[in-house]
């Protein structure tokens, strides 16, 4: 397939040996259980060249379901929320669900809302590994079953208006969220929603330029290859930005890596998300991390794609571990607890 083109019922660059691993049961649940395809209805795969055996697996349990399938291959991304190739953006506006197993992210991109704005529903599989392929957070997780509890602190963040958020390590940031409305990524994504699979999650944009305080980063950063931390990363928040960001060499990595992009919206507070799949472990790799329970996470950057004003060359999460948050002062989340 050409860089940026649909082709119809095929994916190029997959490996010419047989994968170790059985990526088929993973690809059925995506397919059956978070993608919900129905026979008859367009289905679009975007991919790369790296992540090819991903996207064969789907497309196949796809078509099984009786699908029209379109799989995409486009050129590799620079960085996260690069936009994909016009052709393969009119590919996923028409789509009725799409399945991105691509190595960089094209979540936060005016391509992937206009998708949504669409109707499309959409499974994310960014930096899909073998692991997260064959993970019990994928394949034993009762996903309907934590509808509820996600809708529940959804409606917690969409009815307040001031959000505190601390942790034992030190982290103690405020910030407002009045007429902000919560994302609810159950996983068994509606029309016009996205799904990160496996991370169930609730997130929600601060009001830009309203957050205040400090975060202490000790769980992971699942971008850039930094994964797991080593040590913690400590930011200074003023003015709803990262002023100040210290800690080891992981923290001097990130830093220096986006002050390189001479943005300040790059250290925009865009995003508090906060995991909610019992299955899900810390790897290091985005799509589990950020589903994990009794953890919660900071996006920086972009907010638009997520309800916000801000768009960043870039969307980054960091993670942190057995989060307080009180919703104009009633608790409702501590740990692993949603008390909401």
Do not use: K
Not at 20 to 26: E, H, I, N, R
Not at 49 to 72: L, Q
Not at 98 to 123: D, K, N, Q, Y
Request: glycine fraction near 10%.
């Amino acid at each position: 397939m050409a860089d940026g083109t649909a082709t119809e019922a095929g994916v190029a660059g997959s490996p010419a040996t047989e994968p170790a691993v059985d990526l088929t049961p993973g690809a059925r649940r995506l397919v059956h259980v978070n993608g919900r395809v129905r026979p008859g209805e367009v289905v679009v795969i975007v991919t790369d060249p790296t992540m090819g055996r991903y996207a064969d697996a789907v497309a196949a349990a796809a078509r099984e379901a009786g699908a029209a399938v379109t799989v995409c291959m486009i050129p590799m991304r620079d960085q996260d929320g690069q936009e994909p190739p016009p052709p393969v953006a009119r590919a996923m506006a028409e789509a009725a669900v799409i399945f991105s197993p691509v190595r960089i992210s094209i979540t936060h991109t005016r391509a992937m809302r206009t998708a949504l704005e669409a109707g499309a529903r959409v499974c994310m599989m960014t930096a899909y590994t073998d692991a997260v392929m064959t993970s019990p957070a994928l394949l034993e997780t009762d996903f309907a079953a934590q509808a509820d509890v996600c809708r529940r602190l959804g409606a917690a963040f969409t009815e307040g208006r001031h959000v505190r958020l601390t942790s034992p390590r030190g982290t103690d940031l405020r910030f407002g969220i009045e007429g902000r409305v919560a994302n609810v990524l159950t996983n068994i994504p509606e029309p016009g929603e996205l799904a990160p699979v496996p991370d169930i999650e609730v997130n929600v944009v601060p009001v830009t330029g309203s957050a205040e305080g400090t975060l202490i980063f000790d769980a992971s950063v699942p971008y850039l290859g930094i994964g797991i931390l080593e040590e913690p990363i400590i930011c200074t928040v003023r003015g709803g930005a990262i002023v100040e960001m210290t800690g080891g060499a992981q923290a001097d990595f990130l830093r220096e890596h986006l002050e390189s992009f001479g943005d300040p919206r790059c250290f925009n507070v865009a995003e508090l998300g906060v995991g909610l799949n019992p299955n899900a472990r810390l790897t290091g790799e985005m799509l589990e991390d950020e589903g994990v329970m009794g953890t919660i996470h900071i996006g920086i950057g972009t907010s638009h794609t997520l309800g916000g004003e801000i768009v960043a060359p870039m969307h980054y999460d960091l993670l942190m571990w057995e989060p307080t948050i009180a919703v104009d002062g009633r608790v409702v989340q501590r740990d692993r607890q949603v008390l909401a």
